[in-house]
């Protein structure tokens, strides 16, 4: 026998099912598209600031790379916790109608949701490249991780704690390596072969010229006067 969900997590499960079933078709059809199109436009938010980060520090550029391969790692540890404790779905345990098209077939485990692990990686991934944009991915991120709940497929501690597992695996891993990969992001811009993905950096300041100099330069220049009257 797999994992048995705690019975608060049936009842709100109850709960937010129930609610879907009485909601508009237009928003379930919303939610039910919305629990796939989030991790679309979660990937987008982390692609675009590792774009942006090509020209930033190399401090930034290794966060906006360590913290998805992160992600990768939560997902990971997530799918290993469901082989582990085969936690039924509750579209299949508790037998309600549900808006899913279908519920995940057996074998499909349910604790922890793996959406909601990606969810919340994703949304960590961002906010340690971007705090503005962190809070940008925060509400889809959520919402992804609720869609879960509301079209059926998991209940409320799956979802809760797979988000909570995708932001803490990717935080902890991304912090843990930002330094070791800073350096190797700048040993990395000097090669050729991953310069176009790790991008030129910080452009280079130009040196300041001091007025000494300045002086010199003006009074080494050709006078224009002097040659008009030559």
Known sequence: MGLQPPEFSTEVYRLVVGIANRSPESFQWF?????????????????????RARHASATMMALSVLAPAAGVIAYLTSEVVKTVLAEERPCRAVGLPIVAAECPPV??????????????????????VSW??????????????????FVGV????????????????TAVVTLLLARPGARLVEWGRSRPAL??????????????????EYADAVTARPSSVGRWQS
């Open 31 to 51: 939610m039910e598209h919305f629990t796939e199109v989030s991790i679309v436009l979660l990937v987008g938010i982390v692609v675009w600031l590792w774009w």
């Open 107 to 128: 074998g499909d485990w349910s604790f922890p949701s793996n959406h909601s692990t990606i969810a919340g990686a994703l949304f960590i991934a961002a906010f340690l």
């Open 132 to 149: 503005r944009w962190g809070l940008v991915a925060l509400p889809i991120a959520t919402l992804a991780a609720f869609s879960r709940v």
């Open 154 to 169: 998991h209940y409320p501690h799956d979802v809760l704690t797979g988000y909570l597992l995708g932001s803490a695996v």
């Open 195 to 212: 310069g176009w993905a790790l991008g030129p950096g910080l452009p280079v300041p130009r040196p300041a010229v001091s007025p000494r």
